[in-house]
């Protein structure tokens, strides 16, 4: 009986070292893997730079295609939307505002050492028509939080323009 509990304490030790040596390594691989924060900002900036030309061109598909399923927009002065759909649908009805244009350009994106996620603050510029169709134009502040998803392609999970002035 003593044998068959030394053989259990053994076996016991064997499992925590081996848990332990586990976990150990996954930690040294964790902290061994490649930075590629500066990949994933060059990244990123190329594609705002695309997502600038589809909203110019007003398609909806492509302009709404760099968000996640998931996605939220919190736009000034519009409910908020939660899921691609719900975003589609917010910016399927600004493109269909008189006079619509918009630009923006990143001034700062910081990527987490994690590789996994991001954020950007920059600035935009966002014309539509007025009630007597002259353009008004905002300039004004805008945060976006970008996830790196399962195929390594970034995507907008969280866009809140701002009404803060430049």
Request: glycine residues 4%; hydrophobic residues 45%; aromatic residues 8%.
């Given at each position: ?8 304490l053994v076996v016991a030790v ?153």
């Amino acid at each position: 009986m003593h044998h068959i509990r030394v053989s259990a304490l053994v076996v016991a030790v064997l499992a925590v070292f081996t848990a332990c040596n586990t976990a150990s390594k996954s930690s040294t691989e964790v902290a061994t893997a490649a930075d590629t924060r500066a990949a994933d900002e060059a990244a990123i900036r190329a594609l705002d730079a695309e997502w600038v030309k589809a909203i110019a061109t007003k398609d909806l598909d492509k302009a709404t295609s760099y968000y996640a399923e998931t996605a939220e927009m919190f736009a000034p002065n519009a409910p908020a939307a939660s899921g691609k759909d719900a975003v589609q649908k917010l910016c399927a009805s600004m493109l269909r505002m008189p006079g619509f244009a918009l630009t923006f350009t990143p001034s700062k994106i910081e990527v987490a050492r994690s590789g996994d996620i991001a954020y950007e603050t920059g600035a935009y510029e966002m014309t539509v028509n007025d009630k007597k169709g002259k353009p008004q134009t905002v300039k004004a502040k805008y945060v976006v939080v970008w996830g790196k998803q399962a195929d390594g392609s970034w995507k907008a999970l969280v866009d809140s323009p701002t009404t803060t002035t430049l």
